[in-house]
């Protein structure tokens, strides 16, 4: 059905085609309308498989029986699916602009229309740090017209791209506690606010002076197992996302790898084809996490979880080279190590520093000086790696991880070397 409603939308009709298309009038096919667009918003929340087809039944209403101000929000939520299911960015991110133009000036319709084009679909094709601000638009708008579900599903997708994007973390770490007391006292959806908590979580371990212990404990095996006996597999993705993150970043290589194992084959097998934009960071720090354990063992199911990874970068750079180049960049320069290849894998490492800081990805320029620091001392070049661990230092100061300089600067007092803290803890 999907497919036959796409080749309908994108075929036949086109958006002049539907802006031509006349008023819907059936008072019964308007209720209908109106009952799928609730429908639609209950089945996101709960990560139903059924979207996909109940934005389809709200186009094929529409083509059939007219035009009503829901019909873009099926629009939209059809251009979603093409994203998310079929991997069709182009056709999602034309169609998604398809339903805002179409929209008008109905402020409750676009703020629906707006959380999903900007939250969803265009992070696949335009810079992420230029969609931040359209999403704190998106929340306060939908506030000001009183769709409070509207405005905190966008408030917590900000936050999360916010978070995985490089936003200053001491400026953002406001913008967190804010939600999360307004959304305690005023609104009391208790999901959005375990949603947002592992941010604050993060937040917290990244900029205190107890960050690398802090993090084995902010979220747990049973946070993660808790989450799937639930059936909030969405929520789940993302707590694993943000531990695989922060234990990459402060170097807890040995105490996550368990976790990796487990979740890492877990996840590729369940949304193998999907896009979500969690799925992003999973595979980028988890491959991270791979090549390094695979370089360790040479263990087949770690290369396994890379190349993946890997794989899945270089579709997603064909669509965006701004979001995701450094990030398959500095996957390419750990592979290339892994197998030995230390020409490639040196050059790979400058392009991944050049692409992070070109695309304003602060963290990921930290995390690409300091891996190719690592690189460097292995392999015998020590005389670059004071000056690329000075600038992951000022990186990292930047961003406003003062947890991870710590312990960077702590861990080079602390060994007989220039090591700084490339080691893995134990």
Known sequence: EMLGTKQLVTGSLNESKLRSLPEMTDSTKKEAMAFLEEMLRCSYQIQSIHSPL?????????VQFGWSKTSCVGLASLALSLVTVFGDFSEGYSMAKTSMSIAGSDKRVLCSIMVITYGMINIWKEPIQAILPQMKDVYNMSLKYGLIDNALATGMLHAYRAWFTGSLLKPFSKEVALFM????????????????APISNGISCLCGSSGSQYVDEFITEEHLAEA?????TTFCECMLAIKL????????????????RQYLELFERQGGASAQFVNIYRLFY?????????????????????????QKMEVWTAESVWNFENKLFLLQAERHYAFGEMDLAAEKYMLAQKSSKKHRFIHEEALACELAAAFNEKTGNVQFVAELIDRAVNCYQTWGAEGKVESLLIDDESYDGPNFGLETKR
């Open 54 to 62: 109940l934005a389809c039944r709200m186009v094929r209403i529409s």
């Open 181 to 196: 007391r307004n959304n305690s006292e005023r609104h009391k959806r208790r999901l959005m606010h375990l949603c947002v």
């Open 228 to 232: 799937l006996r639930n059936k909030e």
């Open 245 to 260: 993150m922060c234990s990459f970043i402060f170097r807890r290589l040995d105490g996550i790898k368990p976790t990796a």
């Open 286 to 310: 988890g491959g991270l996490l791979s090549l390094h354990y695979y370089r360790e063992s040479r263990d087949q199911f770690w290369l396994d979880r890379a190349e993946h990874a890997i």
